[in-house]
Structure formats: C-alpha cells, structure tokens
C-alpha cells in the first residue's frame, strides 16, 4: 500500500462528491466512524451524513492546498488536507483543516474511522 496514492485518491473522492453529491458520502463511514464538526461529536454514518447534508449552504467548491498523510496502525491513513472552501454567492473563500483516518476493509477499500474538520479564522 502506498500511503501517498491513498490520500490522493480520497482526498480527490470525497471532496469532490461533497461538493457535488453530499449525500452520497455515506458509504465512506460506518457505524463506528465519528465526525467533529467544529466541535461537534457525531457518530455512524447515517448521523455524519445527516450533519453534512444540513449545513446552510447547497453549492461550495473546496480548492485543496495541502495534503499529508502517514501510515498507522492496522492498516490504516493518517491524512491531514488544508484548503479554502469557496460558498456560492460569497466574496471571501474560508480557510479549513481537516483530518481523517482511514481504516482498510476486508473488500481491499478504505472507511472514515475518525474525520475532524475545523475552520480556521484568521
């Protein structure tokens, strides 16, 4: 496995079905998996993907700046994304951190075990 090419293709993945399809996000969690939002604990699936469809926008486009990861325990990816998130209808793009951990499944894919996100205010 190589970590890199596994953070590549997610990041690319998920960031692009949120901004077209947030719903369709819910196959990349799992009961176990948990979502902080801001400060937020959310968990399973259905529940993140629920907190994700209702935030009080419809359109965004996130543009990523910086992606690392590292391989940990088990199998799994450590990955860490900076980037701006661009709303529809606004001037300013707002700065954001986000990290996941990716757990293997036995299929040979990867799940969300553990996704944090924060926007960072300058």
């Known amino acids: 496995m190589d970590p890199d090419a596994v953070a590549k293709a997610f990041v690319d993945h998920y960031y692009s079905t949120f901004d077209a399809n947030r719903a369709g996000l819910v196959n990349l969690y799992q ?3 948990m979502l902080t939002f801001e400060g937020q604990k959310i968990q399973g699936s ?3 993907v629920a907190k994700l469809t209702s935030l ?7 543009n ?3 992606v690392d990861c590292q391989p940990s325990g088990a199998g799994g990816v450590l990955v ?3 980037g701006t998130l661009q709303l529809a209808g606004e001037q300013h793009a707002l700065k954001f951190s986000q990290m996941f951990h990716l757990m293997p499944t036995p299929q040979g894919s990867f799940y969300v075990l553990n996704d944090i996100f924060r926007l960072n205010y300058a």
């Open 31 to 33: 009961e176990g998996s």
């Open 46 to 48: 259905q529940s993140i």
């Open 56 to 62: 009080p926008f419809q359109q965004c486009k996130h």
């Open 64 to 66: 990523i700046t910086t």
């Open 80 to 82: 860490f994304v900076s």
